[in-house]
C-alpha cells in the first residue's frame, strides 16, 4: 500500500510534476457512527453538516477545491471548471484547470485516477460493476477516453497514467453469474477475472476481481501504465475496516456506511 498522511493515502504512480493525487481515509472527520468520521458523502443519511464540514477539512488540507458528483453507476462523464456545480450527474469527470480536483467517491467501488502525459489534463472515474461493464462492452472507462481523446483532438492516450485506488477485493466481492455474464458475453478474456466462490457447482456464484478488470479495460482504451491496487489483501475496503469504509460490509449491519474520495489536481 502507498503511504499515508492524517486524512489519505498519496496515490504513488509516477505522475508529472506538479501533479497531486491521493484517496482518502475514514478518520479525521466530524462524523458520528455508522459514519465516522470522515464521511464525504452527502446521500448516505449523515448529518448534512458534518458531510460539509469534513469537505471543508479536506480542501482545507490539501488546499484544493473539489466538485463532488452525483453518482448512479453509469457512464457519463462531466468536465469539470471553476464554474461547475456540485452534483452533476456523472460517474467520471475531468478537468484542466489549476486548483480544481477531479474527485469521485466510492465505498467499494473501484476508483480509477489519470493524468496526460504533460500533467494538463488530470480524470477521475467511478468504477463499480455496473460502470464498468456498462452496455456492450462500452463503461463508464471507455467513455472517459473518449472524452479525452475527443479534448485531444484524437490523440491516443498511450502516454497517459492510471492509478487504481481501493475498493472491494477479489477475497470479498461475491457476485452472482449476470455479473459475470455482463463482462465475458462482450469479452472472453474477462473469464480470468472470475473464480468459484467455493468448491461445489451448484453455489452459482463467483469472486471477481475488479483492478484486474479494469486493467483490461484501461489496456482495451490503449491505456498501459497502470499503477496502484493489485488486488492484494491491503487494498481490500471490505477487509480492512479500521482504514476504509465499506458498503457491502457495514450497510447490512449498520444501515449505512460513509464514502471516501479519489482525487487528482494541479495545484494553483
Known amino acids: 500500500m502507498p503511504p499515508d498522511t492524517s486524512l489519505w493515502l498519496r496515490a504513488e504512480a509516477p505522475w508529472p510534476a506538479g ?19 470522515l464521511n464525504l458523502g452527502d446521500h448516505v443519511g449523515d448529518n448534512t453538516q458534518a458531510v460539509h464540514h469534513n469537505r471543508h477539512l479536506l480542501s482545507h488540507a490539501l488546499e484544493v477545491d473539489c466538485r463532488f458528483l452525483q453518482q448512479v453507476h453509469g457512464t457519463d462523464v ?11 450527474l456523472a460517474d467520471a469527470c475531468w478537468t484542466d484547470a489549476v486548483g480544481l480536483a477531479a474527485t469521485i467517491l466510492v465505498a467499494d467501488c473501484l476508483p480509477v485516477l489519470l493524468c496526460s502525459p504533460d500533467g494538463r489534463q488530470v480524470a477521475a472515474a467511478h468504477a ?3 460502470g464498468l ?19 485531444a483532438r484524437g490523440s491516443d492516450l498511450s502516454g497517459w ?13 461475491e457476485v452472482g453469474p449476470e455479473v459475470r455474464a455482463a463482462f465475458v458475453d462482450e469479452d472472453a478474456t ?19 476481481d475488479l483492478p484486474a478488470l479494469a486493467r483490461q479495460r484501461l489496456e482495451s482504451c490503449g491505456l498501459s501504465a497502470v499503477y496502484g491496487n493489485d488486488g492484494s489483501p491491503g487494498w481490500c475496503t471490505f477487509n480492512n475496516s479500521l482504514r476504509f469504509f ?16 479519489a482525487l487528482i489536481w494541479r495545484p494553483g
Not at 19 to 37: E, M, N, Q, Y
Not at 161 to 173: D, K, Q, R, T
Request: hydrophobic letters at 40%; a positive charge.
Open 246 to 261: 465499506s458498503h457491502r460490509r457495514d450497510a447490512r449491519r449498520f444501515g449505512s456506511t460513509g464514502r471516501m474520495a
Open 19 to 37: 501533479v497531486r493525487a491521493g484517496f482518502t481515509l475514514r478518520h479525521g472527520g466530524v462524523s458520528g457512527p455508522p459514519w465516522d468520521s
Open 161 to 173: 497514467i492510471a492509478w487504481l485506488g481501493p475498493c472491494i477485493g477479489p477475497a470479498a466481492f
Open 128 to 130: 463499480g460493476w455496473r
Open 190 to 208: 474477462a473469464a480470468a477475472c472470475f473464480k468459484p466462490a467455493c468448491d461445489h457447482a451448484a453455489s452459482n456464484k463467483y469472486l471477481a
Open 133 to 151: 461493464a456498462g452496455k456492450q462492452g462500452r463503461g463508464v472507462l471507455e467513455s472517459l477516453a473518449d472524452a479525452l481523446r475527443k479534448n
Open 78 to 88: 462531466a468536465y469539470l471548471t471553476a464554474q461547475s456545480p456540485h452534483g452533476l
